[in-house]
């Protein structure tokens, strides 16, 4: 006789053991007050304000001292400062005072793009009075006083000296938001010490800047054929202007919409080159020069470039009083109150076949749009109208005004 099998013998369903059949209502009521508990938590998250981690603000400042035939450009990232050289032996006390007049005690980054006294001279005052905490120096020696006597004073400093190789990566601001890319130079061993220009491209946010010291064109194709990103908003132009720098091609892969130039008035070796001017303004970027804008200030706010110009190029640089000690009485064109302003991209695409007006300055040399500020300063006697054509007054040897990019 067949033994029937125990319940508790049954292979098991999955059910829980123990449980009383009789009673499923509990479990149910159980289940339901959870999902409803649930609910009302999802409920009062929905209800708080999402947070999102807030990105810094951006300020990015370019100010382009007038040491006359030398270079000195001073960068601010949100309140850390990059000085790129330094001018020469007399404005070195201009340089030093600008800084102490706004209070800037110190440095992150100190960099002589090359040894020539133009560019190093100034660096030894602000060596001797501010704090730095990186220098960033060419990777080679000069046999000059000048050089001697920066290297003394780089020891006394005490800041940290690096000779960074090309494709060497850098951050700058208080939350590292903006990037140093070295470009420059491949070696050091080309013949002409402008090439072994120590070239940055300084970038925060949509803005770049690009720094080139005296770098010539073998140099130039040297960084077009690196791989390396040039296209840059501002391009600090190589040599003062020299025929020997600013390549059209490496001027194409730049793409600058503001092309500055640092260059003494009426400067012994002819700065700016035309070949260069006619370069940069076959490209369509605007260009501001220290020999006829005086200082000048490029202000970014992580939308809108502006920049601005100590004195319009208008003005006759020999009327001009010549920089002493104290840059205070030179101040106020940075605050905004004399500032000859514009606000980039301003440059304006002309269809072929149409006639423009400029407006000439015959004794300077420039053409103006007819709404342009700086034609209306124009002595009548200089003035003349003309419906030439953009290309021909370049090549009669006139050059577009940096204000109003004509």
């Not at 190789?165 to 470009?183: D, K």
């Not at 200082?295 to 502006?306: A, E, H, N």
Request: glycine share 10%.
């Amino acid at each position: 006789m067949m033994q029937k099998k125990r319940r508790n013998d049954r292979p098991s369903s999955g059910r829980t053991q123990g449980r009383d059949p009789g009673r499923p209502g509990l479990w149910l009521g159980a289940v339901l007050l959870v999902c409803a508990a649930i609910g009302i938590l999802l409920f009062a998250a929905a209800g708080q304000p999402q947070t999102t981690p807030e990105e810094p603000e951006t300020e990015v400042t370019l100010r382009m001292l007038d040491v006359g035939q030398g270079l000195c450009v001073l960068i601010d990232i949100n309140g850390e400062y990059l000085l790129y050289d330094g001018g020469g032996g007399e404005t070195s006390s201009y340089v030093v005072s600008y800084l102490q007049s706004r209070g800037i005690t110190s440095l992150r980054y100190l960099v002589a793009s090359h040894y020539d006294s133009d560019h190093i001279s100034g660096l030894i005052g602000v060596l001797n009075t501010t704090t730095v905490q990186t220098i960033l120096t060419p990777d080679y020696e000069a046999d000059t006083h000048i050089y001697r006597s920066f290297c003394a004073m780089l020891q006394k400093n005490g800041a940290e000296e690096l000779h960074p190789s090309r494709g060497t990566e850098l951050s700058i601001g208080p939350e590292g938001e903006g990037t140093i890319l070295v470009l420059g130079p491949k070696d050091t061993e080309y013949e002409n010490e402008n090439s072994r220009s120590l070239v940055l491209r300084v970038s925060c946010g949509e803005l770049s800047i690009l720094l080139t010291g005296d770098a010539q064109t073998d140099a130039e194709n040297d960084m077009l054929s690196s791989g390396l990103p040039l296209s840059s908003e501002i391009l600090v132009a190589g040599h003062h202007g020299s025929a020997s720098s600013t390549s059209p091609e490496f001027l194409r892969a730049v793409d600058p919409s503001v092309v500055l130039i640092s260059v003494g008035t009426d400067n012994e070796y002819g700065h700016p080159a035309d070949s260069v001017l006619r370069t940069i303004a076959a490209q369509g970027a605007a260009v501001y020069r220290t020999d006829l804008s005086g200082g000048i200030l490029c202000r970014y706010d992580g939308t809108t470039l502006r920049i601005e110009s100590e004195r319009s190029d208008t003005d006759s640089p020999t009327e001009q009083s010549v920089r002493s000690n104290d840059p205070a009485g030179s101040s106020d064109w940075e605050t905004g109150e004399d500032a000859v302003s514009q606000e980039l991209p301003a440059a304006s695409v002309i269809e072929e076949g149409s006639e423009e007006t400029y407006i000439l300055n015959t004794s300077s040399h420039k053409f103006h749009r007819p709404d342009c500020a700086g034609a209306s300063e124009i002595a009548e006697s200089n003035k003349q109208t003309t419906t030439a054509s953009r290309e021909e007054l370049i090549a009669m040897g006139y050059s577009p005004c940096g204000l109003c990019d004509p």
